[in-house]
């Protein structure tokens, strides 16, 4: 027979351990690949749900990953990057996405950078802004930023080597904002596209 004091200590184990037991971990795995059916080792893996990263991996050297988050987050893209730093800013070599459902393994294809390229000037008042930011965005995933770079003195930006698709292009600079949609394809892989501030 428990003792009142130990009575009360199991039961107070079994009450606090109620909430962990539903902590369980949900586990998406698969593999990356370039284009050409390489595996592709040291990608990023990110798992984003309600417009915020949940968990991140990376892929190992046969292009393998496994992530985990919490069953009780909602997931709904996987999505790979292969990118490198150049003068403190990170840019996107490869990406490749994968709409999250329960079916597995969660296999993902990176697109390499293509020879698109965005570029023109920022403008407020029709005068140029140095220094505001500006960024491309996945049009569909908004959080996924593809590239970015800031406005020189005069204004001008340029964004390169980027794949065919549709972007989100958004500029800021002390509290002004632009946005915009840019199409590439094959056919008109450069665009210029002028940003006023508001």
């Known amino acids: 027979m428990l003792r009142p004091f130990a009575f009360l200590v199991v039961l107070a ?15 998406f795995s698969g593999q990356v690949k370039w284009e050409n059916g390489v595996p592709a080792s040291d990608v990023g893996l990110s798992v984003f749900g309600d417009g915020k990263e949940l968990a991140n991996a990376a892929t190992d050297p046969g292009g393998y990953f496994m992530v985990r988050i919490p069953s ?22 490869a990406v490749g996405t994968k709409e999250i459902t329960d079916s597995q393994p969660a296999n993902i294809t990176l697109v390499r950078s293509g020879h698109g390229f965005v570029e023109g000037y920022v403008r407020l008042d029709k005068m140029a802004v140095e220094g505001a930011q500006v960024e491309l965005r ?61």
Request: net charge positive.
């Open 72 to 93: 009780s987050s909602r997931p709904s893209v996987l999505v790979a990057t292969a990118f490198h730093f150049e003068g403190g800013v990170m840019l996107i070599d």
């Open 138 to 198: 996945n049009k569909k995933y908004e959080f996924l930023v593809i590239r970015r770079t800031l406005s020189r003195a005069n204004g001008r930006y340029e964004l390169s080597g980027l794949p065919v698709g549709d972007y989100l292009l958004v500029s800021l600079k002390d509290g002004k904002k632009w946005t915009g949609i840019v199409s590439l394809t094959s056919a008109v892989p450069q665009v210029e596209r002028e940003i006023e501030l508001k």
């Open 13 to 27: 184990g079994l009450v606090l351990s109620l909430p962990l037991a539903g902590q369980e971990n949900r586990v």
